[in-house]
Structures are given as C-alpha cells and as structure tokens.
C-alpha cells in the first residue's frame, strides 16, 4: 500500500484535486490517502499555511499530490503567513531541488496556443527548474533603511541571489541525464551578462558537461531563452535553469501548449517523497464554478504514478485516456474553441475515467 499526502488547497484547488483523486480510485490501485490542508484555508483554520503536522504528513507519506494555493485575500498577511508559503515550505522541508515541468502541445490543442499552430504543433520540451535555491531562498533577504547608494536613508526592499556551485552541479547532473534520455541537446539559461550568480551557473554547467560528452550544452541568456520560447519553441527540447528564471519561463511554455491548465509538474529530491502538482495557482476569481481545467493535475497524477511509484502502464493509460478526451472533441473553457464540447471541471474529470 502506498500512501499519498493529497493537499489540495485552496481557490480551485479542491475541485482540480476531486478529479485526479477520481481517476485515481478508478484505477483499483493499492493506494491510500490521506487528506490535509494548506495554504489560505490551513491559515484560516489553523494560523499558518502549513501547520507542523503536514510536514510531517508529507514525510511519511510515499509521495505527495498537491493542487494550488494563494487567495488575494490574504496577500497582506506577513509573508511567512501568507499561503503560498505552504509550497516554498514543503520544497524546502522535502529538499525538492528538482522540478519537472513538461511542456507538451497536443496537436488538437494547437488552435487554442496564442501561437501560430506550425510553431507549436508537435512541442514536447523539458523544463528542469532548480526548486530550493536562488533568490527565492537566499538569505539576507527583508525590508531595511538603505545603508548606500543614491537613495540612502529610505526605505527598501532585498533578495539574495546566490547558488553554491555543489547546488547547481546536483541540478546540472539531472538535466544532463534527462538530455541523455532525449534528444542530447541541452539549454542551459542563466543571465552571465550581468549575474554572478549566473556566471557560477554557467562555469559549473561547463564543469560537468564534460561528464556528458554526447550531450550539446548551449547557452542562452533569459532574455533571448523568453524569446525563443515564443520565436521557435521546437528547437528547444530540455532547457535547465534556475528558480526564479524557471518560474518565470515554465508559464512561458505552458502558453504554448494552449493553456496553463494543462501543464503538470514533477519535484524530487534524494531519499524524500516527490510532490506532484499542476503548474498553475489556485485562480481564486473562478473557484468553484466548475471552469478549471483539472488536466494539469490528472497528469500530475500520472507523472506521480510513473516516478513515484514505477507504475508505468497506469500513467500511460491516464495520459492516453486525456490525450483521448482531446482528441474527441471535449474542452473545459480555457481549451475551448468552435465546434468542441465545454465541460464542466467535474465532467472532464469523468469523462477521462470513463475513457480510460
Ligand atoms: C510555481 C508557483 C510558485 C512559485 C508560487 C505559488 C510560490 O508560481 O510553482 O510556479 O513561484 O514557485
Ligand atoms: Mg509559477
């Protein structure tokens, strides 16, 4: 029996994670589950985004499933209250430095890309992003009177870049594998011009390239990486980078796929369980109207399945039943397009199920 941690948080969260838990149960599978909350609703419940008791949940459990958190409502709160810490939390609590995120056009999904269908018919791209470093992480980081400089003496906000070279080399060493098992051709992105984060970045990706002579190593910087992205997607296959960039161009990618409700993600570390989540927020301005598009976290599921727990077949028949769904004609709003089915978040969910 395997036991997953389902944190389904908030907005559209619950509706999005009612489907995958669906597809799930219909597989007959030995899993069992175990509920909790977090973010906004674990806040509001509890005091904080992630209470002591999920960490621990989390790190007993063989994998996690989770949906999405924030609420406008509570973007007030003191950071370290706020709902988006639940994630940054567990990556950190579960050391998840590695982050999947797939990019994949269906090619009945071509029409719904803000993409001309020729760029984007046909994507497949690997996206590895470095989970619990950069400035997301750095310390010092706050709020302060400024010591220097031309507005010495206000007020002023600070992050901390950084990255230790052992950090990106462990990072750098996924995305070379994940090339080996593709096409041999690795972007790595960075802003060398400029950081001396990023210069670290590039030297260290230097350094164990050699370890991977097959693979091509290129470099882009992050503001020509964003403009390939929507310039010519096809030529790029795994790009690895870091937090921050990695964030920033992962909705990129999902917007060439047709919608950023398709798009799920894998997080691993060594030794914890993974996290599987889509790659999209918690859209508190449509919850519970039944418009989300739980595939993102359906394929999250399967990526859970497949590299969680080597279930192979499960996830190619959940991956193939929604590749199915598509290709039928079926929709949720985001997806939509003339002469389709619109199907409510739950409807989606069942049609999938019945699919598979
Ligand atoms: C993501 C999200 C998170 C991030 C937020 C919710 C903290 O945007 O997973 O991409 O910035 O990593
Ligand atoms: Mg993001």
């Known amino acids: 029996m395997k036991k997953i941690a389902v944190l389904a948080g908030d907005g559209i969260g619950p509706e999005i994670m009612a489907q995958a838990l669906k597809i799930l149960t219909a597989l007959k599978l030995?899993?069992?589950?175990?509920?909790?909350?977090?973010?906004?609703?674990?806040?509001?419940?509890?005091?904080?985004?992630?209470?002591?008791?999920?960490?621990?949940?989390?790190?007993?459990?063989?994998?996690?499933?989770?949906?999405?958190?924030?609420?406008?409502?509570?973007?007030?709160?003191?950071?370290?209250?706020?709902p988006e810490q639940a994630i940054l939390g567990l990556r950190k609590a579960l050391g998840l430095f590695v982050n999947l995120r797939p990019a994949i056009c269906y090619p009945e999904l071509t029409a719904a890309s803000s993409l001309k269908p020729e760029l984007?018919?046909?994507?497949?791209?690997?996206?590895?992003?470095?989970?619990?470093?950069?400035?997301?992480?750095?310390?010092?980081?706050?709020?302060?009177?400024?010591?220097?400089?031309?507005?010495?003496?206000?007020?002023?906000g600070f992050d901390t870049m950084r990255y230790a070279v052992p950090e990106v080399e462990r990072i750098a060493h996924v995305a070379f594998k994940a090339a080996m098992g593709r096409s041999k051709h690795l972007v790595s992105v960075d802003k060398a011009n400029v950081l001396e984060t990023s210069q670290v970045w590039r030297d260290t990706m230097i350094k164990v390239s050699k370890e991977y002579p097959e693979v091509t190593l290129e470099h882009m910087y992050v503001d020509n990486a964003a403009m390939q992205l929507v310039k010519a997607p096809k030529k790029i296959d795994v790009m690895v980078t870091g937090n921050l960039f990695g964030d920033i161009l992962s909705d990129e990618a999902a917007m060439l796929t047709g919608s950023i409700g398709m798009l799920p993600s894998a997080s691993l570390g060594t030794g914890n369980p993974g996290l599987f989540e889509p790659i999209h927020g918690s859209a508190p301005d449509i919850a519970g109207q039944g418009k989300a598009n739980p595939l993102a976290t359906i394929l999250s599921a399967a990526m859970m399945l497949r590299l969680a727990f080597d279930m192979d077949a499960e996830a190619a028949a959940i991956e193939g039943a929604v590749h199915k769904v598509l290709s039928d004609g079926f929709r949720t709003g985001d997806i939509m397009e003339a002469g389709k089915t619109q199907l409510s978040t739950t409807a989606m969910g069942d049609k999938v199920v019945e699919t598979m």
């Open 30 to 82: 030995p899993l069992e589950f175990e509920e909790a909350l977090v973010g906004g609703v674990a806040y509001a419940a509890f005091g904080h985004p992630l209470p002591a008791e999920v960490v621990e949940l989390a790190k007993k459990s063989d994998a996690v499933l989770f949906g999405a958190v924030g609420d406008f409502k509570y973007d007030n709160l003191p950071r370290h209250l706020r």
């Open 120 to 156: 984007v018919s046909g994507l497949d791209l690997l996206l590895v992003r470095e989970l619990t470093g950069d400035v997301y992480f750095g310390q010092p980081r706050g709020k302060r009177i400024s010591p220097d400089g031309v507005f010495a003496g206000t007020e002023e």
